[in-house]
């Protein structure tokens, strides 16, 4: 009987110093501990080939894309709201376990004169029901993390595409199914990483691949930003929230681990400028945390003043400020930093450094080319000039529309776009496995001080000869964006 890569990987699984317990991969083992790694990794790749690629596939086209949200949160809520903006989507159906969160989106479609979803809510497993609904041709999916993968995986397996927020997986076991699932099923599963979309990372990603910067030999990014107060927001009950992470989802994954837990904001478009899976691969890494010096002390604070808190007393929280480094197969490097319970301002860092030339995002954008700074004047000649098609076609719309500045909508719209047009998307499985995978890779590295741990090759080797995403609208682009007229008064669908 054939083996498939994940029955086989499972059998090597390993234990991470009893961080991981179960989820960790061979391929996670440290070097130093398994010198005949590669061989390993060498013979399952010839062994379980995998069953079709997904880099470049188009899907046939869908001139109208029936959509389905499950989870309709803050982010849930949002997307249905952009959505409603971009042509040829019909929003057929809503899923939330919470019935406010689905009467809410249900009654902005009401007044933009959309027709009515159907509605599954107060059950467990009413995602399942939504997902099962003939005529879906598309899962877009705003849940807790520990939900994603096995959703993803589900709407492929009952014939949809299927699009999900930030990370698209836990466990390296979760990448590994939902890979095998994309390309038995041929659907397509992509990491719905808007920060790729952002102005200024969209700007140096088609400078980098004009050559501006010459070789690209490393980049930066980063996910900053204090959520100590959000994380530990009471919400009002177990089934609305007011601005509050719903049964305090984000608390628990910063109290039961401890690693870059939210690597993708920064590491996506630094992956994109590097090519990695379409020329390039990322192929070690190594990660280390500080202690935790802010959720204990403000743990012990709330538990003293309200018993509510009780049940986190004497939580090991992860370390505040996580640094994980990746070098990659043809030895350029990849520096990602994380922390959300520290007062700082907001960054993501985005820096790219080529042989003669670099760019920086935070906290001021900034070229340079050679030791110099390029000057202001300077740097709106370059906007002009390499701004990529994407932008120029939707990115006044999207400031008007919104969704982090209009980043959120242009990843939406181009989405949709593809998928309207038979296209290959931006993002792949792979990608998203790649990218997520960092997560728990890095909890092992913590958890071993700090040791390598190899990343699998989700492409197979197929790396090699993928091409790079579209950026200039060279196909597609004929999808129209619309103004929805809406009312000025709040829709109420602040639950997240």
């Known amino acids: 009987m054939k083996t498939s890569r994940r029955d086989f990987l499972k059998s090597t699984a390993i234990a991470g110093a009893g961080a991981i317990a179960g989820n960790m991969i061979q391929s996670c083992a440290p070097r130093e501990a398994q010198s005949n790694l590669p061989e390993i990794i060498a013979a399952a790749r010839k062994k379980h080939s995998m069953h079709f690629n997904m880099s470049g596939y188009a899907a046939p086209a869908l001139p109208v894309v029936r959509t389905g949200f499950v989870g309709l949160g803050d982010r849930g809520s949002g997307a249905v709201q952009r959505l409603s903006n971009i042509e040829g989507v019909e929003i057929a159906a809503f899923g939330d376990l919470r019935e406010a969160a689905v009467k809410g989106s249900q009654r902005y479609l009401e007044r933009i004169g959309r027709p009515?979803?159907?509605?599954?809510f107060?059950?467990?497993?009413s995602w399942k029901k939504l997902i099962e609904l003939p005529g879906l041709d598309l899962i877009y999916i705003c849940t807790p993390w520990d939900m994603h993968a096995a959703m993803a995986n589900y709407a492929m397996e009952c014939g949809k595409h299927v699009v999900c927020e930030v990370p698209l997986v836990k466990t390296v076991d979760e990448a590994w199914m939902l890979v095998e699932t994309s390309e038995k099923t041929r659907k397509h599963c992509m990491m719905l990483e808007n920060c790729c979309y952002d102005f200024f990372e969209m700007l140096t990603l088609n400078m980098a691949r004009n050559g501006l910067f010459g070789d690209i030999i490393h980049g930066e990014g980063a996910y900053i930003h204090n959520l100590l107060g959000m994380n530990f927001k009471k919400p009002i009950d177990d089934r609305q929230s007011d601005g509050a992470y719903t049964g305090m989802w984000r608390l628990k994954e910063n109290a039961s681990r401890n690693g870059i837990l939210y690597p993708t904001h920064g590491l996506g478009p630094i992956a994109q400028v590097l090519n990695i899976n379409c020329g390039d691969r990322m192929d070690y890494l190594t990660s280390m945390s500080t202690n935790d010096f802010t959720m204990h002390q403000r743990e012990e604070e709330l538990v003293a003043g309200d018993s509510f808190y009780e049940p986190w007393k004497n939580s090991r929280f992860r370390g505040n400020f996580n640094t994980t480094l990746i070098?990659?197969?043809?030895?350029?490097?990849?520096k990602v930093q994380h922390d959300v319970s520290s007062e700082q301002p907001y960054s993501r860092i985005h820096l790219v450094k080529g042989t003669t030339g670099m760019a920086v995002k935070y906290p001021v954008e900034r070229i340079a080319f050679g030791e110099s700074w390029v000057k202001d004047e300077e740097v709106a000649e370059l906007r002009d000039k390499y701004t990529p098609e994407i932008i120029k076609r939707v990115g006044e719309m999207a400031r008007r529309v919104g969704g982090h500045g209009g980043m959120d909508f242009i990843m939406d719209w181009r989405m949709i776009d593809c998928l309207r047009n038979g296209l290959p998307l931006d993002q792949n499985v792979y990608d998203g496995a790649a990218w997520s995978v960092v997560a728990p890779l890095s909890e092992w590295s913590v958890a071993n001080r700090s040791q390598t741990i190899d990343i699998p090759?989700?492409?197979?080797?197929?790396?090699?000869?993928?091409?790079?995403?579209?950026?200039?609208?060279?196909?597609?682009?004929?999808?129209?964006?619309?103004?929805?007229?809406?009312?000025?008064?709040?829709?109420?669908?602040?639950?997240?």
């Open 116 to 120: 009515a979803a159907q509605e599954f």
């Open 327 to 334: 070098r990659t197969a043809l030895g350029k490097t990849i």
């Open 457 to 496: 090759d989700f492409t197979c080797g197929a790396w090699k000869t993928n091409k790079p995403h579209d950026i200039n609208l060279e196909a597609g682009g004929t999808t129209q964006v619309l103004e929805v007229r809406r009312r000025q008064e709040s829709l109420q669908l602040n639950v997240v």
């Open 122 to 125: 107060g059950d467990e497993d």
